[in-house]
């Protein structure tokens, strides 16, 4: 039976095991970046060209939603009204980036045959980069579907995750082909609402917008069902 004197130890303990896991997802998503790099810095170095130069910034914006999710994860387990607030914060930000994540699987359009490099070499080095970008973007959308369940509940929290799936599509089409950016919401956000407007006030002419984004919703939302389903596997396991 728990007593008062004992519930702080517990929630310290919690809190630890907490944070050594969070270490531990850290440490792979570092080592996942790393690799990524390592194999363009070969490329570099190899071929004396910066082509693909442009895959490490792309990394660097899918890294932005994972910080703001570390955050927004921690800072709302705190209980306090401040924690709620940054947590509030951060949840905005990490929507606005979040579609840089996944973003870099379509980086894979510039991907062709060069003399420079074999061929496989640069095959193996967008799919790192866009599994990479993947692996970040699915850390992210746990840690936040997480926070979500603790305050509103599990139904309310799978009904976020798949809103937040349907509109990383919708962003990553405005990024890939009318090249706005995630800052571009902040910063200059009348041209952007325009054509947002424009695709639903006239959704025959721009349904390609529709298609593409529904399409990649489902590709991404199908890789994060099995990425929960392996971690509830591991979770029931755990409990016998």
Known sequence: MQTENTQPVIKAIVGRFALRHQALLVFTMIVCSSMSILLWIIRFLKSDSTVYASLNFNLFLAWIPAVFALIAYNAYRKGSCLGAVIALVCAVVWL?????APYLITDLVHLRPREDMPYWFDQILYM???????YLGMVSLILMQSLVRRSLGAIISWLFALGSLVAGGFGIYIGRFLRFNSWDALLNPKPLVKEIFDWFRHPRSNSEAFIFALTFSLFFAAIYFVVVAILNLRRAESKE
Not at 96 to 100: A, E, G, K, R, V
Not at 128 to 134: D, L, N, P, Q
């Open 96 to 100: 606005l980036f979040f579609p840089n």
């Open 128 to 134: 790192a980069f866009a599994f990479t970008g993947c």
